[in-house]
């Protein structure tokens, strides 16, 4: 299977500036990423930024990037851009890899792009199973609900699907039903290269801008998105200077030599 991978990479960030080049064992935090997409298997990798510094921290490793307009609303704004600047087909399977997760399972991102080859969708993203009552009404959790074809129905900040009967006997929703599955969605996406050409002329829908998830617009038109499972929760990315003293961390403590 054939895939490209493209890390969108902003330089500002409110609470981490410069977080791109943060040093995660002698390389900034963008290059391991882009390292572990090349472990997946994609057959480019290019980092799509907004800053000449990063640009140059990205090519002082051998790797691919360009350098994308700053005034971007979204990370697939700048997708978009790469793909026309490439010059992709419109078949061209692209994932949307973070530039913040240089922990990122390269075996997910394999996945990613396997469900949007395999299910013909416009987009294909990630979910996995939230077990803990905690997660499923904690509104920085974003949870999923999707057809029996695995196509998403729904994505919220809210507890999704809300179990009616078992919250009016468990008044606190200290525990989930047994029988219910609710899914944590992983901010994972791969997509096919004409939409990304498209989502630039879609408009904001008003569910986007309620829930303040992007991609209820892609829904809100009609665009299918399918859903893969993942075994495992990925590891969080790098929001916060505590975020980042953790990755700083894990890099310290393992052979760098395997990265």
Sequence with gaps: MRFKVVIPARYASTRLPAKPLLDLGGKPMVVRVAERAILAGAEEVVVATDHPQVLAAVERHGLRALLTRVDHASGTDRLAEVVDSAGWSDETIVVNVQGDEPLIDPAVIVQTAAQLAQSG????????????????????????????????????????????????????????????????????????????????????SPLESLEALEQLRALWHGFRISVAIAEQLPAAGVDTPADAQRVQAWFEKFDRACF
């Design 121 to 204: 969708a416009d987009i294909a993203t990630v979910a996995h199973p939230v077990t803990d009552a905690a997660d499923f009404f904690n509104p920085n959790v974003v949870k999923v609900v999707f057809a029996a074809t695995g196509d998403a129905l729904y994505f919220s900040r809210a507890p999704i699907p809300y179990a009616r009967d078992h919250f009016a006997r468990e008044a606190g929703g200290e525990t989930l039903p047994a029988e219910m599955s609710a899914y944590r969605h992983v901010g994972l996406y791969a997509y096919r290269a004409r939409f990304l050409r498209t989502y630039a002329t879609l408009a904001p």
